[in-house]
């Protein structure tokens, strides 16, 4: 597979200039259902899906297609409105590609959120697992994002993956639960990832919970594993649409209609709880996790330190005399020409 991601950092890179935009320190994957909680973001810059070269295109209903950069909880943050799932078609390179983008962007943290099935029987719809761990069928049969040559510019061969979940992170998410009269609804658990895009059989639940399964998704594992691997610090939250089918259960089965009516009843509080995280992230902790390597890379910098936007320079280059490559120069002369394009056909409409 052609590696599109220098042009897809050089586009968004120009954008987030242009619009005199920090680079953002922390990551939203909105799940199924949760886009609007890029709503509580400040002054924010909206790229579309479709304006960037080689990105790929969500077609589940439910997720958004853009990426949104702004502040909240006065930070700067990019929301990923809209994920991308192998069960749509898209090789796992594809699936996260977006996370590539903000390890190069500079990112330290990423919150994933989804909406999920109890599959543990104490757990009831409407209730928030802030993940702990998880189990993954399709990364343990060979569908696994890393298989393949190895990315050093992000990571290593064999990364480890044992606290995979930051715990700091996990508590902030527990007090800011308890803080906003959530505590009742608030869970911590394995989330247990399937392929898609069929629901599960009600032995499949059994197995679940016999492994240790406290919920089911069909993502953000991929996400996760890829943000471990590119240096990321991660937190994962499952908002529990619906409960799960075991045997002898005569619930009805169920259905993405009754996932997106779930999300529907806690979608504010699932704003509110990210906004307020995020608020909560001492300073300290952004400081004491390093920079993700690929940024350094991809925006010739040194010492684990995000560039500004715009430096005065033309497009926001931090000149460095030979080492400025011809190619760097035409990967932005290419972005360029897409964000006229792009302001070209919606100057159109």
């Known amino acids: 597979m052609a590696d599109h991601l220098p042009e897809i950092v050089a586009y968004v890179r120009l954008a ?14 909105c799940g199924s259902g949760l886009s609007e ?12 899906y479709s304006s960037i070269p080689h990105f790929p295109q969500s077609t589940v209903a439910g997720h958004g297609s ?9 930070k700067p943050v990019v929301a990923q409105r809209g994920r991308f799932h192998f069960y749509e078609g898209h090789p796992q390179a594809s699936v996260v590609v977006a996370v590539r983008l903000f390890a190069a962007l500079g990112c330290k943290i990423m919150i994933a959120t989804n909406a999920a099935g109890g599959v543990n029987p104490n757990y009831s719809v409407g209730d928030i697992m802030v993940i702990s761990d998880h189990i993954s069928l399709p990364c343990l049969s ?85 943000a471990a ?32 009516e779930s999300t529907k009843h806690r979608a504010e509080d699932m704003q509110g709880l990210v906004a307020d995280i995020i608020q909560n992230v001492p300073s300290s902790l952004l400081e004491s996790i ?36 011809l190619s760097t120069i035409a990967l932005f002369v290419s972005a360029s020409v897409a964000l006229i394009v792009e302001s070209i056909r919606r100057g159109g409409k």
Do not use: W
């Not at 909680?37 to 579309?48: A, F, N, Q, R, T």
């Open 37 to 48: 909680l890029s709503s509580k973001i400040s002054d924010p810059l909206s790229l579309p």
């Open 142 to 226: 060979g569908n696994h994002p890393l298989i393949g040559h190895n990315d050093d510019r992000f990571g290593p061969r064999f990364p480890a993956v044992n606290s995979i979940y930051h715990p700091t992170l996990q508590s902030i998410a527990s007090s800011v639960a308890t803080a906003r009269g959530l505590s009742k609804y608030l869970q911590r658990g394995t989330y247990f990832h399937d392929s898609g895009p069929t629901y599960e059989s009600p032995m499949e639940i059994h197995a679940m919970r016999v492994l240790g399964g406290d919920a089911v998704g069909m993502s953000t594992v991929p996400e996760v594993l890829v």
């Open 229 to 260: 691997h590119s240096g990321l610090t991660v937190l994962g939250l499952s908002l529990i649409t619906n409960q799960c089918l075991a045997p002898g259960d005569t619930r009805t089965p169920p259905s993405h209609e009754e996932v997106l």
């Open 16 to 29: 987030l200039s242009r619009s005199n935009k920090r680079l953002p320190e922390i990551a939203i994957v």
């Open 66 to 74: 853009e990426l949104v950069f702004g502040l909240l909880g006065g």
């Open 290 to 325: 390093p920079t993700p390597k690929a940024h350094a890379l991809f925006f010739g910098q040194t010492g684990g330190r995000s560039p500004s936007p715009h430096s005065g320079r033309p497009f926001g280059f931090q000149f460095q005399g030979s080492l400025l490559e």
